[in-house]
């Protein structure tokens, strides 16, 4: 920012011309912060190829392509992998695109705002964008200041900075402070000069600050990579192993006899089983699985308040397991109102006052400066003094309309409230007789007063954190206005309170094994009061941003840990606290609407800012928009997000149970002498179009209540849970066993072996579906059987539907061959009945276990 002396001596004293303000813009800028640089649409688009999985399917692709061109076919199985990599990553790229669209939509006008200016000598209105370095701007009371600048006038100047600070109580400020864009006037009037805009201002500083993407992966995208390197093993294990069998069995049995050309098309059937297995193991469907729950996930955050600016936070906050908040605007609502009196309630005044509680209504109505003013939202903003504000409020909510006790009792005289005096007084006319309104410290007053009050009450206002106000007035004989011998009235205590619902979100996020930690800028004492009606204090420590900042390294890890409040904390502090949380391991959630919350909400797993009250800085870090400011709908947030990271693992089950199945059979079959249990067009239906499907109707799954009942998922946790890799293996050798025997043996049906596979891939398709009923209750939990998740019944009727359309008249494209209706009801029996009963036993067994304590919830 431009030093006083520097910017005086270039705009003068009677503001800019419009050609030195053409000038000024050249050479300081315009006042607009420059946003992140966003990268170009097509490579938005390619980010969503940086995943091992889609990796895995593109190298499948090729492989694919490789062996169809020569053969002149098998292209359709070429073009239907590469069809299920395009849907996953258009999904993924349309859903982010559409959240940016939305949030720039939210942020388009905040450069349009008016502001009063002296140009070519004569005061005029432009917008805050054609604001320049120089310009002097008028200010009043309610006004947001649009840039750096030097206060040049002052008449009771006070602003709130809370978005710098952290400071619920306006600053007040004199001749030649400086004042900042992004607080706004609480009280009074002024004049100041820019003296930097745009991106030189503090806010534009840190916001330039600020634009780098984050740099660790979430726990998700961590675990799918995982996942992808033992899937990606596990496929080209067996397709080694398979070809290596193949190769050993042709030569034993005579088919591999040397380099001629019947050897040579074995060696390539080898090759292209081989390839087979490959797509067989890699999930096809899981990208797709994961860009659909993402998206369902996002829209239901959306409607819950939540706009989620980056895809992946939406499982991200699920995994959350601490929540580091700000106190104003986020746990307050940052309004200061009258929370306790020494009255049950204010009274509407008579001609002379008759009660206390009609003297402190009278009081609180005139002798003050501050007005209500009703804004387009709806809500109510304070023009001047908060505690005033709150005062007015207090009367309001009583029916008790100020502006007309004003109106019929005007201020003869008025003495200011002042840092010394700490009280302000109003002489006013009742009935022909004057009185004089003291209001100011309680201690004060009750020097003041005759008899002196008992102050006990107001003492415990004080020992909740809360500013305390009294009340006093006297009869006004012959010109003696002192400020003495006052009749003591009573006193109010004012807090910020706490946002409706908080105390029971934040229980509910301990519950669900996430630590609520406050770090905010205000006192101790204040921090200390919010923290313990909020809960978040709960035996843990309270220490100063500085106390914490001092630590050596090896014990801030510790301190961190049993961190319940952080007081008097910085911009730096917060981020700090941030790394330390994720250096121990802790999946790092952090709340805050304020400028100075901008670094930490960017430096976390993810960032939650408020879209109602917070800067353009704190929205542009953060990766979720609470679009109703509320701490409550963090809890939602982190329901849906839990519920999106389970509907992945119900996938997984589904998905890998049959990749594995299938692996096993195209292995065993040809070795034990048994038909080939799958043409390449069959396997290409199951892994790509049938999944693609269930990946809709198991991400549909409505979350469950016990979701918010047991802790978050590490994150080193494998995505495979305990319970998950037994119900793949012992399901999956059921598929395996039951169809080897019906290859083997016809037993559920079949005179021909073109009728023995056409039953074996009837049933395998009909086992699979079947288990997908198992594969909806995850840990033994869900939603109701039918309205919880409607679409799968659609979705699995539908695969059924479009299954028995393939057995009975799909048999040039896939070889099968029509069954009878006896062998269909035989097939549905042979092949529900067992996956249904061993779904049940496998989680009775899990269950049993965890009963015990064996087991952890959630394994």
């Given at each position: 920012m431009l030093a006083l002396d520097k910017i005086r001596e270039f705009a003068g004293e009677n503001g800019l011309s419009s050609q030195l303000a053409e000038e000024s813009r050249t050479q300081y800028?315009?006042?607009?912060?420059?946003?992140?640089?966003?990268?170009p649409l097509w490579k938005q688009y390619l980010k969503n190829f940086d995943s091992p999985i889609i990796r895995i399917l593109l190298f499948a692709v090729v492989v694919s392509a490789i062996?169809?061109?020569?053969?002149?076919?098998?292209?359709?199985?070429?073009l239907a992998i590469l069809a299920a990599i395009l849907l996953a990553t258009g999904i993924s790229f349309f859903n982010e695109y559409r959240s940016s669209r939305e949030f720039e939509v939210l942020n388009e006008r905040r450069d349009d705002m008016a502001v009063r200016v002296i140009r070519d000598s004569r005061p005029t209105v432009v917008p805050s964008r054609e604001i320049v370095a120089g310009d002097l701007i008028l200010l009043e009371a309610g006004d947001a200041i649009p840039a750096d600048g030097w206060l040049l006038a002052s008449d009771g100047f006070s602003c709130d900075e809370s978005a710098f600070t952290g400071e619920s109580e306006p600053a007040h400020k004199k001749t030649g402070e400086q004042v900042l864009r992004g607080s706004f006037v609480t009280e009074g009037k002024g004049r100041m000069i820019a003296a930097a805009v745009g991106d030189a201002t503090e806010m534009g500083v840190i916001a330039a600050a600020l634009g780098i993407d984050h740099v660790t992966k979430t726990p998700l995208e961590s675990k799918l990579d995982h996942l992808a390197g033992l899937i990606s093993t596990f496929g080209y294990a067996m397709a080694i192993l398979i070809c290596s069998t193949l190769v050993i069995r042709g030569i034993l049995v005579g088919e591999l006899t040397g380099l001629d050309i019947a050897s040579v098309d074995h060696l390539l059937r080898y090759f292209m089983l081989a390839v087979v297995i490959i797509v067989a193991a890699v999930p096809e469907g899981l990208p797709m699985s994961v860009a659909l729950s993402l998206s369902l996930a996002m829209r239901k955050m959306t409607r819950a308040n939540c706009l989620v600016r980056r895809l992946i936070a939406c499982e991200t906050i699920g995994s959350a397991t601490t929540i580091c908040t700000d106190k104003t605007g986020t746990l307050t609502k940052n309004q200061m109102e009258v929370a306790g009196a020494s009255v049950a309630a204010?009274?509407?005044?008579?001609?002379?006052?008759?009660?206390?509680?009609?003297?402190?209504?009278?009081?609180?109505?005139?002798?003050?400066?501050?007005?209500?003013?009703?804004?387009?939202?709806?809500?109510?903003?304070?023009?001047?003094n908060s505690t005033e504000g709150a005062l007015l409020r207090w009367l309001q909510s009583h029916m008790i309309d100020y502006r007309l006790l004003r109106e019929q009792h005007p201020a003869a005289r008025q003495h200011l409230f002042d840092g010394k005096r700490k009280r302000m007084s109003t002489v006013v006319n009742l009935s022909g007789r004057w009185f004089l309104l003291v209001k100011g410290a309680p201690e004060i007053l009750a020097g003041l007063c005759t008899p002196a009050p008992d102050l006990h009450g107001v003492d415990a206002f004080s020992s909740r954190a809360m500013r305390t106000l009294a009340f006093a007035h006297r009869e006004i004989n012959g010109d003696d206005e002192d400020e003495t011998n006052l009749c003591w009235d009573g006193y109010v205590g004012i807090r910020d309170p706490l946002r409706d619902g908080i105390a029971q979100s934040v229980a509910r996020c301990q519950n669900a094994g996430i630590r609520v930690q406050m770090v905010t800028g205000d006192n101790p004492a204040t921090a200390v009061a919010v923290a313990r009606e909020a809960g978040i204090l709960t035996g843990g420590t309270v220490m100063s941003g500085k106390e914490f900042r001092d630590l050596p390294a090896?014990?801030?890890?510790?301190?961190?840990?049993?961190?319940?409040?952080?007081?008097?904390a910085e911009p730096m502090d917060k981020l700090l606290l941030v790394e330390v949380l994720q250096k121990a391991g802790a999946v790092v959630a952090v709340t805050g609407d304020g400028t100075n919350d901008a670094p930490a909400l960017r430096r976390a797993d993810v960032g939650l800012a408020m879209g109602v009250t917070g800067t353009d800085v704190a929205r542009e870090a953060g990766d979720i928009i609470l679009l109703d400011d509320s701490f409550v709908s963090i809890t939602s947030a982190v329901w849906w997000g839990r519920s999106l990271y389970e509907n992945i693992q119900r996938f997984l089950i589904f998905q890998l149970t049959i990749n594995?199945?299938?692996?096993?059979?195209?292995?065993?079959?040809?070795?034990?002498?048994?038909?080939?249990?799958?043409?390449?067009?069959?396997?290409?239906?199951?892994?790509?179009?049938?999944?693609?499907?269930?990946?809709?109707?198991?991400?549909s799954e409505a979350p469950h209540s016990g979701l918010l009942d047991r802790p978050p998922v590490p994150r080193d946790a494998a995505?495979?849970?305990?319970?998950?890799?037994v119900s793949i293996a012992v399901t999956g050798a059921l598929l395996v066993m039951g169809g080897l025997l019906?290859?083997?043996?016809?037993?559920?049906?079949?005179?021909?072996?073109?009728?023995?596979?056409?039953?074996?891939?009837?049933?395998?398709?009909?086992?699979?579906?079947?288990?997908?009923?198992?594969?909806?209750?995850?840990?033994g939990k869900m939603q109701a059987f039918f309205s919880g998740n409607p679409v799968f019944f659609l979705v699995m009727g539908g695969i059924v539907f479009i299954q028995i359309l393939i057995i009975q008249y799909g048999g040039a494209v896939f070889g099968t061959v029509p069954l009878t209706t006896t062998e269909w009801v035989t097939i549905a029996g042979a092949a529900a009945v067992p996956v249904i009963v061993l779904g049940f036993i496998v989680r009775s067994l899990f269950a049993w276990h965890r009963a015990r304590g064996k087991i952890p919830a959630g394994a």
């Open positions: 800028g315009t006042n607009v912060l420059t946003p992140p640089e966003r990268a062996v169809a061109i020569p053969e002149g076919s098998g292209l359709f199985d070429t204010p009274a509407v005044p008579g001609p002379v006052p008759a009660s206390v509680a009609e003297w402190i209504a009278l009081n609180a109505a005139v002798n003050g400066t501050t007005h209500l003013e009703k804004r387009e939202d709806g809500r109510t903003r304070v023009i001047g090896a014990e801030q890890a510790a301190a961190a840990q049993n961190l319940d409040v952080m007081a008097r594995f199945s299938i692996c096993i059979l195209v292995l065993a079959a040809p070795l034990l002498g048994y038909p080939e249990p799958f043409t390449i067009i069959e396997i290409l239906w199951v892994n790509i179009i049938m999944d693609t499907l269930a990946a809709f109707a198991l991400c995505i495979i849970t305990p319970f998950m890799a019906q290859l083997g043996t016809g037993f559920m049906g079949g005179q021909t072996e073109g009728g023995v596979t056409s039953v074996f891939f009837a049933a395998f398709i009909i086992a699979a579906v079947v288990n997908g009923f198992n594969c909806r209750v995850m840990d």
